[in-house]
T-cell receptor
Framework: GENVEQHPSTLSVQEGDSAVIKCTYS??????FPWYKQELGKRPQLIID?????GEKKDQRIAVTLNKTAKHFSLHITETQPEDSAVYFC?????????FGKGTRLHILP | KAGVTQTPRYLIKTRGQQVTLSCSPI?????VSWYQQTPGQGLQFLFE???????NKGNFPGRFSGRQFSNSRSEMNVSTLELGDSALYLC?????????????FGQGTRLTVV
């Protein structure tokens, strides 16, 4: 089927610690994996994306890894800050559609 | 460049009524996708339009329909509204068709069905 599973649904981390969000997808033909951040009351915005010909991509404190064999991909946020508090959505291209996971609410604790 | 614009921002409708939502994409973007966002269900894909043609469709009943005009503006229509249709409806535009690049989201239309 067309499915993207995302875990955990809620994550609380101490400010300065790292956060990891994991996703799995169902279609081995998927080749594009974006991550979106949605702050409270705002629109989702792309924070990083990765294509299937790359295993890892980094942008400052954010990194994404992709394991095509296992159909897993993960978002890593290091040195978390209060402004990282938001809902994060992973997504995968499945049959020309972007299918989203159900989201992870990330809380950064002071 | 102006972003994606959705109108109206808020709507309250009664069960059984119909509603039309509008989305104006970023200038030059020809793909418009629609999503339903509800707590706990995330963003669920409704459909994608490109060059005035529906290119992809999600698993929603036929009460949900859409169209795209020659200027790439898109409308979404929901007929015979049900309480469960209450949600935030988001549209997103992209320069190309298919799920291959960044999608730029609008602020959404919050629909409440009473």
């Amino acid at each position: 089927g067309e499915n993207v599973e995302q875990h955990p649904s809620t994550l609380s981390v101490q400010e300065g610690d790292s956060a990891v969000i994991k996703c799995t997808y169902s279609d081995s033909a998927s080749n594009y994996f974006p991550w979106y951040k949605q702050e409270l009351g705002k629109r989702p915005q792309l924070i990083i994306d990765i294509r299937s010909n790359v295993g890892e991509k980094k942008d400052q404190r954010i990194a994404v890894t992709l394991n095509k064999t296992a159909k897993h991909f993960s978002l890593h946020i290091t040195e978390t800050q209060p402004e990282d508090s938001a809902v994060y959505f992973c997504a995968a291209s499945i049959k020309d559609k972007i299918i989203f996971g159900k989201g992870t609410r990330l809380h950064i604790l002071p | 460049k102006a972003g994606v614009t959705q109108t109206p921002r808020y709507l309250i409708k009664t069960r059984g009524q119909q509603v039309t939502l509008s989305c104006s994409p970023i200038s030059g973007h020809r793909s418009v996708s629609w999503y339903q966002q509800t707590p706990g269900q995330g963003l669920q894909f409704l459909f994608e339009y490109f060059s005035e043609t529906q290119r992809n469709k999600g698993n929603f009943p036929g009460r949900f329909s859409g169209r795209q005009f020659s200027n790439s503006r898109s409308e979404m229509n929901v007929s015979t509204l049900e309480l469960g249709d209450s949600a935030l409806y988001l549209c997103a535009s992209s320069p190309i068709q298919g799920a291959r690049t960044e999608a730029f989201f609008g602020q959404g239309t919050r629909l409440t069905v009473v």
